[in-house]
Nanobody, 117 residues
Framework: HVQLVESGGGSVQAGGSLTLSCAYS????????MGWFRQPPGKAREEVAH???????TYAESAKGRFTISKDDAANTLYLQMDSLKPEDTAMYYC????????????WGQGTQVTVS
């Protein structure tokens, strides 16, 4: 079955950086889009960024200029490089994947916590 496993979360001071990773498996050739979402405490989940199979990336306004999404197809790994972190970036971060070109996601990871103080 499809698996998404995030890692790389942690605690960091404002202005610092973190890189999240998402190892995925058993998706076969049907993977069309992957993304990162986050859910701050007490708030709804929101998309941070997504990247299509051909490498086109899209970012939320809050992530533009600070975060970079990338993927290593050979290693079946999705990344989110986060720089200039702010306290408002504190959230549980989730990796998502899907077989649709419109980036509708059907699979989710368990999440990794990012805390910025």
């Amino acid at each position: 079955h499809v698996q998404l496993v995030e890692s790389g979360g942690g605690s960091v001071q404002a202005g610092g950086s973190l890189t999240l990773s998402c190892a995925y498996s058993n998706f076969g050739t049907g993977l069309r889009c992957m993304g990162w979402f986050r859910q701050p405490p007490g708030k709804a989940r929101e998309e941070v960024a997504h990247i299509t199979r051909d490498g086109r990336a899209t970012y939320a306004e809050s992530a533009k200029g600070r975060f970079t999404i990338s993927k290593d197809d050979a290693a079946n790994t999705l990344y989110l490089q986060m720089d200039s972190l702010k306290p408002e970036d504190t959230a549980m971060y989730y990796c998502a994947a899907g077989p649709y070109a419109n980036c509708y996601f059907t699979r989710w990871g368990q999440g990794t916590q990012v805390t910025v103080s």
